[in-house]
């Protein structure tokens, strides 16, 4: 990280191009930051690859990387487009470089390592992460600190949001990521990929209670997930049942959402009681959810009461910027360039492992560090 000359540090508008490619959204966005901390995003262009995965039920890395490849440039251009500007009305670019699937972060890094090249624009290698904590400073110009639950197909962890580029993690999932829990669950009750969504539409025409599933670490005092022993549980109810009428699958999804909306709740009613013993008294009470499965509805009305119960307000994205997409690393890329800070094209790195809080112990019984935890 090096400081930037003129353009970063400067107190006029900042246009940033931002370049998403970390797992199966390619994905390209301009933002607009003026002078006083407001954002706008002036395009916001993805294109999902869930087609090319479907037939695999799941992300298969190569197959990622090469749809990268292939559409890439072509949504950078419609990016650009849509914001009716052109790179040299741009300021920098800003590129996820990590954490995330290799292949597809180096796609996306050489690409913006070029362009800054090429057309004199500083670069910013953002971490995803941070790209998704710091979305709410563009949707609803919230700035930190705050408490982020940050809950994907790959990530599930709860930080305190300090500052841009300060990061402090109070709790993690110790083996699945709890979208990963909706896709698997979704897979094994054959409904369809990315589960997630499937799972919430079956469970709208189920029942609760029907069946006993676990609360995961409920009561612990560290404020840590698991969903393994709960998708397991999931797996054993549907196997008693085999075969499985669509009632009884809907009635599952129900549980399981209850199951999941219960444990996370429980789990952030810990972290926020934690989080209001260091923040400063009044400041900072507020909630952010984002990622993927902050569009459940089940998961997001459970967790109101709980931010409302511990004193913080619930902040969610709207859908489209709470999944994967590039407006949320311009953003990213354009806070940390209105600070000054901007990186060397020449020495920048994809990383599959980028940890926000590199102080963070491992959780205990965490069997992947990096992207997961
Ligand atoms: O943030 P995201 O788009 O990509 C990353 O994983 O980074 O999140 C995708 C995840 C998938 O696991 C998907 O099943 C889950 O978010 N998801 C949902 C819902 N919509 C997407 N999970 C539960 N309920 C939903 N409505
Ligand atoms: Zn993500």
């Not at 970390?22 to 933002?31: F, G, K, L, M, Q």
């Not at 840590?224 to 999804?253: M, W, Y």
């Not at 199951?259 to 507020?286: C, F, M, N, Q």
């Amino acid at each position: 990280m090096r400081r930037a000359a003129a353009a970063g540090s400067g107190t006029g508008d900042l246009r940033v191009l931002g370049i998403e490619t970390s797992c199966d959204e390619t994905a390209a966005s301009v933002v607009l930051r003026r002078p006083d901390g407001v954002g706008e995003a002036l395009s916001n262009v993805v294109r999902s690859q869930w087609e090319e995965h479907r037939p695999f039920g799941g992300v298969v890395p190569e197959i990622a990387a090469r749809a990268h490849v292939e559409c890439l440039d072509g949504i950078i251009a419609k990016a650009l487009t849509d914001a009716s500007l052109s790179l040299s009305d741009l300021d920098a670019v800003a590129v996820t470089a990590g954490p995330g699937l290799i292949g597809g972060l180096l796609v996306g890094v050489t690409t913006a390592q070029t362009l800054a090249l090429v057309h004199g624009l500083a670069l910013i290698a953002v971490n995803h992460l941070e790209a998704h904590a710091l979305t709410v400073g563009l949707t609803e110009g919230l700035k930190p600190p705050y408490v982020l639950l940050l809950v994907s197909g790959g990530h599930t962890q709860i930080l305190v949001v300090e500052d841009v580029g300060r990061y402090r993690r109070l709790g993690s999932t110790i083996d699945d990521a709890l979208g990963e829990a909706f896709d698997k669950t979704a897979k094994l009750l054959g409904l369809g990929f990315p589960g997630g969504p499937a799972v919430e539409r079956a469970a709208s025409s189920g029942r609760e209670g029907r069946f006993s599933l676990p609360r995961p670490m409920q009561g612990r005092p560290e404020p840590n997930f698991s969903f393994a022993g709960l998708k397991t549980a999931v797996r054993h109810q549907a196997q008693a049942l085999v075969p499985l009428h669509e009632q009884d699958i809907a009635d599952l999804c129900a549980d399981f959402q209850a199951a999941v909306a219960d444990a996370v709740a429980d789990r952030i009613a810990r972290a926020l009681a934690i989080a209001s013993e260091t923040l400063e008294p009044g400041k900072g009470r507020h909630l952010v959810v984002a990622g993927g499965v902050a569009a459940n509805k089940r998961l997001r009305d459970r967790l109101k009461a709980a931010a409302q119960t511990a004193g913080y307000t619930l902040h969610v994205p709207p859908p489209a910027l709470c999944t994967d997409n590039a407006a949320m690393v311009a953003w990213a890329g354009a806070e940390r360039l209105a600070r000054g800070l901007s990186d060397d094209p020449l020495t920048v790195t994809a990383r599959a492992r980028w940890p926000l809080d590199p102080d963070a112990l491992p959780v205990l019984g965490s069997g992947r560090q990096g992207a997961k935890a």
